[in-house]
């Protein structure tokens, strides 16, 4: 394709005016008024300073950002673990007849309400629910386990569950692309499969895994829903407290503590990409 | 093929065990749409009855339709948008480039609930009316980065030489591009489109935020059934779009390996005019007169009645519901809503008085006002009724298992009895938590002493190891199955429960507790503020306030319907509150700048261990 750069423009224009109109300039309302202060009655009062950031440095709200970034790894690494086998095998080892429905299938339960499939786990964590029903008659415990639910525990697996597929896409779209043929050169040429595994297929798959890892972790640093139905809203977490502030109508302190995560979450990006460079250039 | 022909047994297990992870929630849930009970808890036997409630309930099917709807337009614009995106910076360098990708990057990173605001705060900013338009813009506006990579990983992996082969056998840029370049990325653009269409079908956060009357999507609908108590309708419903979706998957399956067919063709229009058909069949079946659109809470006010006004009037309403008053202001704060009735609360009517939010109510036009009780009339926060009148009055108290729990309650002190570790549950209400924490020092709920409010955090630190959970919408269900034995509750959704489980009991403790009284206002930028009159003095009719009450359970200051109520309604504990407790009890107060004070001690509490 060699389009002029007219072409180009054109194709690029939508998409860019669309994110710039409806989603940056938002975004700059909100930095902007993260520096401004809460009125008495909600709302904004339009007078400036740093007050804002400076209540949200103190040691309470760090720890909760502490917490969220332990529950985000911890997801986006169970996601990691679980997924990177499972599109492996459906790009590379499954039977091509099967492959896509194995592929649809593993995203299949996605299509369900996310909240719904919260509220299933409820169901299935509870004191009376389906998992301590079982182990009670199969007399593996004796009294029925109470942190199932409403724990970090229930946390962490409603949110692996709920972003799952959001790890299975990229490692697949990734997976899929990698060449058998590369593979089976390297066997012939005397590589067990063991050295195929970590010195072809996963650096080939590198981009895939670092684009599963920002889908996963970035909604889960942010996540809300679970920590309030799962975790029984007695932790806070980012996402609770920034909606909470904004539902307390303390506006520009939310923006505050959004700003201030984004540019975390920026930086943090920002050395991921940096690593992922200057391993490619070795 | 020997890397085929082998797979290990632990990868086979693996697969099989990930598999099961995903489906046993879902299992779960279709097999319990078949309940034959309104919890979810206990099976109770067979039944279709889920099935024919949600295929005849109109709201249900309105959020299904609106749902569909927008995820259909935001994968087509965002899947065009997106990849479009991709091909303008294909081998683009420079600076223009970096910044087109960080561009691309910050929806993925901006957390959903940052974008949500900020969505809302510019919409009022440019005046946009909140509604089916504004949700499609920041669908849109989340989804085409999703697009932008999954496609562009793809064409990343593509080997240049291909096109550069096609343009060397004389092919144009057109032709490059519709036989080849466009071939290779169809597997990535069907995944994306897939994944947009997900995203947008499943989003709750941003649009919760972005979505104004008419535009209340199958997330937000669940969501406020979850809030008040599911009912297998839900999972009945959900289980028939699973169904639908597995069926749709079959057919693109068929297609993609045998190609399409005569058969498979009219197979796919048909379902195409079947979705559309679904999708705008309604609005064009059946026009109504007009549509009052009302913002409530959920579960509180009862179908029935609402069908009963239609059918006078032949006038649509449409009922949007809202879980905390604040995220009620926060709405209509925002601006640009056209909501014709709602129903704060009394601190938040004030506030929204202050806030020059509400129209004066024309009181010549509800001339059922004489049913109402004249105590529930000229209250502080809207002394002369101008902009008000009293819907519900409602009470926090305590609601417990009599069955679980010898003891006799009837104080907050029971919240506190470590006998019940694990057992308590309160509300995920920062006001009421602390509120019970205040009577108990026996201070105000309105307190705005800074030392009391230390008191009271402490006091609520020391409760936390007791407590199951923080919830305001399920308590009653967690009663019911046992998962707690008792719970800071409100009044409606325990006598509700009762009506299952005559073990629950409920009592308002003797330091006094938070009086509620929710009221019919309308919103100075409503667009049928004649119907919305005609609305109230409707819901005030004696008969219809009884038929209301009797559903929801909550009390309505409405002394012509007293006679009518069920005989539990009837003898309701804020009929026979001594009078001492009447005296320690409060209306909960807007504090102003003292909110920043209990949110940090919320906060901290939430924190403790």
Known sequence: MRETNANRWLLLAPSALWLLLFFLLPLGLIVVMSFAERGLYGGVRWTFGLWNYRQAMAPLYLWVYGRSFALAAVTTALCLVVSYPVAYYIALRADPKWKNLLLVLSILPFWTSFLLRTYAWMFLLRVEGFVNTTLLALGVIERPISWLLYSDFAVVIGQVYGELPFMILPLYVALERVDVRVMEAAMDLGANRRQVFWRIVLPLTRPGIITGIVLVFIPSLGAFITPDLLGGAKSAMIGTVIQNQFVQRNQPMGSALSVLLVVVVLALLWIASRTARSRRGR | ?609
């Open chain 2, 1 to 609: 093929m020997s890397a085929r022909a082998r797979t290990s047994p632990i990868l086979a297990v693996w697969m099989g065990a990930t598999y099961l992870f995903l489906y046993a929630p879902i299992l779960v849930l279709a097999v319990f749409s078949f309940n034959d009970s309104r919890l979810l808890a206990v099976w109770r036997g067979f039944t279709w009855t889920w099935y024919k409630a949600a295929l005849s309930n109109p709201p249900m099917l309105d959020a299904l339709r609106t749902s569909l709807l927008i995820a259909a337009l935001t994968t087509l614009i965002a899947t065009a948008l997106g990849t479009s995106a991709v091909l303008a910076l294909e081998r683009w360098r420079g600076r223009l480039r970096s910044l087109s990708e960080t561009l691309f990057v910050l929806p993925i990173v901006v957390p959903e609930i940052v974008v949500g605001f900020a969505s809302v705060t510019f919409f009022g900013w440019i005046g946009l009316r909140l509604g089916l338009l504004t949700v499609l813009i920041a669908h849109v506006a989340f989804s085409v980065s999703y697009v932008f990579f999954v496609v562009r990983a793809r064409l990343a992996t593509l080997d240049p030489r291909l096109e550069e082969a096609a343009m060397d056998l004389g092919a144009n840029p057109w032709r490059v591009f519709w036989k080849v370049t466009l071939p290779l990325l169809a597997p990535a653009i069907a995944a994306s489109a897939l994944l947009v269409f997900t995203l947008s079908l499943d989003d709750y956060v941003i649009t919760s935020f972005v979505a104004g009357a008419g535009a209340t999507t199958l997330p937000l609908r669940i969501y406020s059934m979850i809030k008040t108590g599911i009912t297998p309708e839900v999972n009945a419903i959900s289980t028939l779009l699973l169904l639908v979706t597995l069926a749709l998957m079959a057919l693109a399956f068929r297609i993609e390996r045998r190609g399409m067919t005569r058969t498979h063709l009219v197979l796919v229009g048909l379902l195409l005019l079947g979705l559309v058909g679904f999708a705008f069949g309604d609005s064009v079946a059946r026009r109504p007169r007009a549509t009052l659109n009302v913002l409530i809470w959920s579960n509180y006010i009862s179908s029935r009645v609402v069908r009963a006004f239609e059918e006078k009037t032949g006038v649509k309403v449409n009922i949007e519901t809202y879980d905390s008053n604040e995220a009620l202001l926060a709405k209509l704060q925002a601006g640009v809503v056209t909501y014709d009735l709602i129903v704060p609360s009394d601190y938040m009517v004030r506030i929204l008085i202050r806030e020059n939010l509400l129209q004066p109510l024309d009181l010549t036009r509800l001339p059922n006002l004489r049913h109402l009780d004249p105590s529930a009339l000229g209250l502080p926060f809207d002394p002369t009724n101008t902009y008000s009148l009293p819907y519900t009055r409602g009470i926090t108290g305590i609601g417990y298992r009599k069955d679980k729990i010898a003891a006799p309650i009837g104080s907050w002190a029971d919240l506190w009895e470590a006998r019940w570790r694990e057992r308590i549950v309160m509300l995920d209400d920062m006001r009421e938590v602390f509120g019970a924490a205040l009577k108990l020092l026996g201070y105000s709920l309105n307190s705005t002493d800074p030392e009391q409010l230390r008191q009271a955090r402490d006091l609520l630190r020391r409760q936390k190891p007791l407590v199951r959970a923080y919830d305001s919408a399920n308590f009653d269900q967690l009663l019911l199955s046992g998962e707690a034995w008792i719970a800071q509750a409100w009044d409606g959704q325990i006598l509700k429960a009762r009506r299952e489980n005559p073990n629950i009991e409920f009592v308002i403790p003797r330091e006094g507790t938070t009086l509620i009284v929710d009221n019919l206002c309308i919103p100075r930028s409503a667009e049928r503020p004649d119907l919305a009159h005609e609305f109230i003095n409707f819901l005030l009719d004696p008969t219809v306030a009884a038929e209301n009450m009797n559903e929801i359970m909550y009390l309505m200051p409405n002394r012509s319907a007293w006679p009518r109520l069920r005989p539990e309604l009837q003898r309701h504990p804020i009929f026979s509150l001594p009078p001492e407790v009447l005296r320690r009890s409060e209306y909960l107060q807007d504090l102003g700048p003292t909110t920043v004070l209990y949110d940090r001690y919320w906060t901290e509490v939430k924190l403790a261990r």
